[in-house]
């Protein structure tokens, strides 16, 4: 009879013991997800950014050089730069899927706003998991795209600080809209579903004309 009352005792301590993991590893697992969640607020300022490797991609100013003969160096830049202007930001992974991953609203954004002088486009690749050997490669991809949007920022970030300095989870893509004081509007990471990519275009449209007001 003590044994059996032994056992049970064991068995009850044993369950209120997995009881206490549990419930810790659910709060740690909610306390990750709402760190990635909530690192950027929304009406707020993005944090402090500045990359240094590689950088901002620039064009040489030659003007006796056709576009596409045109070099191009990496500058560093800062997050400082996103105001004065509607930006959409994006931070991409270094792979062409998450390039593509929401191209139908790329798209659309470039036919409406790629002239206008009130909105500009910033992307940033966190090739940090890119092998040194590849990195060529990366390079000559932000170059052919740069040559395609000229007035576009793109930036090489090396050291995955983007990531790091605004807590963003590891996701393919995330796309953040700013205001021309540089604050964030919109937050969004993946793929914009049609009706989402319908509210972004209107949104950005009412940031510039408050802009403009």
């Known amino acids: 009879m003590k044994r059996l009352f032994d056992l049970t005792r064991r068995y009850k301590r044993l369950q209120f013991d997995f009881k206490n993991r549990f419930f810790t590893a659910v709060t740690l697992l909610i306390l990750s997800y709402c760190s990635h969640t909530y690192s950027l607020e929304l009406l707020a300022s993005l944090p402090s950014l500045t990359i240094k490797s590689y950088g901002e991609i620039v064009l040489g100013d030659n003007s006796t050089d056709s576009l596409n003969d045109r070099k191009a160096k990496f500058v560093p830049w800062s997050s400082e730069q996103l105001t004065g202007t509607v930006t959409l930001l994006q931070v991409l992974a270094a792979s062409q899927k998450a390039a593509d991953l929401n191209k139908r609203y790329l798209d659309q954004f470039s036919a409406r706003f790629e002239n206008n002088t009130h909105v500009d486009s910033a992307t940033i690749i966190v090739s940090d998991n890119i092998p040194g050997m590849l990195g060529g490669f990366v390079k000559k991809e932000i170059k052919k795209n740069k ?51 319908r509210l972004w275009l209107l949104k950005t449209e009412q940031l510039v004309n408050q802009a403009q007001q």
């Open 147 to 197: 040559l395609l949007h000229p007035r576009a920022i793109m930036v090489n970030d090396k050291q995955a600080l983007s990531r790091s300095t605004w807590q963003l989870p590891e996701t393919m893509a995330i796309l953040i809209l700013l205001d021309h004081r540089g604050i964030i509007q919109h937050y969004h990471e993946g793929q914009l579903t049609p009706e989402q990519e």
